[in-house]
Structure formats: structure tokens, C-alpha cells
């Protein structure tokens, strides 16, 4: 008796031992997952394929880019330019003061003055400094013919990139003209023959100064323009 006694008790507390077992795993609730964020962080927001920087750019390539004139990038020449003005005009012709048949050196050169010089149709240079301005004369003709034009611009050209000048501006190329070398196009013959024009500009870079130079031929008369623009 006591031994089937000792038996239950012993299978009682058994069963008893593994309900509890079964019990307390029950009651443990599994560690929740820890969270990534008290204030989670948004996601980042696509590119779109056209950005700020993308567009800018791409209204930048519309507008055409207008370089200003730098005489740094003027090579420096090392010739002796000789006397004020530089350069005379070509055989038969002479230079006189606008509107008269002699050269009135009071008139025609100003010390200092402020002369602006065409860099395109809507650009121009300042150049401050000794001016020289004059009109070219040929005491035959008392005029200068179209058929002039291309000598003086051959003689300036040449005598001025010689002593190491640079050509910064030419109105035959940026006009689609050349006046005396081919026939104007119609636009050119609509206009009044003291309208048309023809001008060059060109610059000569020194250790000390710079000259200036303009050429220009219109009307049956050519003037011609010099700027001696010494460095401080």
C-alpha cells in the first residue's frame, strides 16, 4: 500500500512539474525586434532625370557666349614703331584733317582723349590715350574711289601686322562684305553709297603701351584713327 502510495505521488509531482514547465514558457513573450527609429528616416526621393544643374546647362548651350576683349591675349611685340602715328598712307595719298585739304595737327591730335574702337555690332573697346585722327587725301582724285578700298586696307594690313599688330575686328567678314574685291549684294546697292562702310581695327601690344589702329572706307573717303595708349 505504501509503496503504490510513493508511486502516485511520485507520478503526481511529474505531471504537476511539466504543466509548470509548460506554463512558464507560455507566459514569456518572445523579445520584441528592436525598432530601427523612433522617427524613421523617409526614404530618399528618386533623381529626375532632368536636374537643376542639367537644365541650366542646357539653356546655357542657347545662348551664344560673347568673349570680352583681353589684351593679355595679344601677343607682345618687339619692333620700334618710328614716328607718331606709326603708319602714312600708301603712294598718292596723304593725310589731311576731316573737311579741309591740309593736315591741321591742332585739329587732328588730341592728347588725352577717349576713343572707342568696334569689337563687333554691338561690342566696342575704350581706349584712352594720344589720338590721331585724319583723312586719307589724293590730291588727283580729291576723293578716295570704292576701287581704292582694297590697297589702303593691303597697306595697313600689311605695314601693321609687320610690326607685330593683331587684327581684332574686320566689318568685310562680320558684314559679309568686301568692297572693291566683289560686287555688293542687293541690300548693299539699296543703300546710299555715303552709307556704306568698311572698317578694320587693329591693335599693337608693347611692354610699355599699346596702339591702336582704325581703318575705316566709306563714302568715297577713308579715314584712319591711331591710339597711343601708354601702360602707367
Keep these: 500500500m505504501n509503496a503504490k502510495f510513493r508511486l502516485l505521488m511520485v507520478l503526481s509531482l ?3 512539474a511539466s504543466a509548470c514547465g509548460k506554463d512558464d514558457g507560455a507566459g514569456v513573450s518572445p523579445a520584441p525586434a528592436p525598432e530601427a527609429s523612433l522617427s524613421p528616416q523617409s526614404a530618399p526621393e528618386p533623381v529626375s532625370e ?3 544643374e542639367s537644365a541650366s546647362e542646357s539653356d546655357l548651350e542657347k545662348v551664344p557666349v560673347i568673349t570680352a576683349f583681353d589684351i593679355n591675349n595679344i601677343p607682345v611685340a618687339n619692333k620700334e614703331l618710328g614716328e607718331y602715328p606709326f603708319f602714312f598712307p600708301p603712294k598718292g595719298y596723304r593725310y589731311v584733317t576731316d573737311a579741309q585739304s591740309t593736315l591741321d595737327e591742332n585739329a587732328s591730335i588730341r592728347d588725352p582723349d577717349r576713343t572707342l574702337y568696334s569689337m563687333g555690332s554691338d561690342r566696342i573697346h575704350l581706349v584712352e590715350g594720344k ?7 589724293n590730291e588727283k582724285q580729291n576723293k578716295t574711289p570704292e576701287r581704292d578700298f582694297p590697297l589702303i586696307q593691303r597697306h595697313y ?4 601686322t609687320a610690326a607685330g599688330g593683331v587684327k581684332v575686328f574686320d566689318e568685310n567678314k562680320a558684314l559679309g562684305k ?3 574685291l566683289q560686287a555688293p549684294n542687293k541690300e548693299q546697292q539699296a543703300k546710299p553709297r555715303t552709307s ?3 572698317g578694320l581695327v587693329y591693335v599693337i601690344r608693347m611692354q610699355d603701351m599699346e596702339a591702336w589702329f582704325e581703318i575705316s572706307c566709306g563714302g568715297e573717303k577713308c579715314s584712319f584713327t591711331a591710339t597711343e595708349k601708354k601702360k602707367i
Design 14 to 16: 511529474s505531471v504537476l
Design 50 to 52: 532632368s536636374t537643376p
Design 131 to 137: 589720338t590721331f585722327r585724319a583723312r586719307l587725301y
Design 157 to 160: 594690313e600689311n605695314a601693321i
Design 178 to 180: 568686301t568692297y572693291g
Design 196 to 198: 556704306r562702310r568698311v
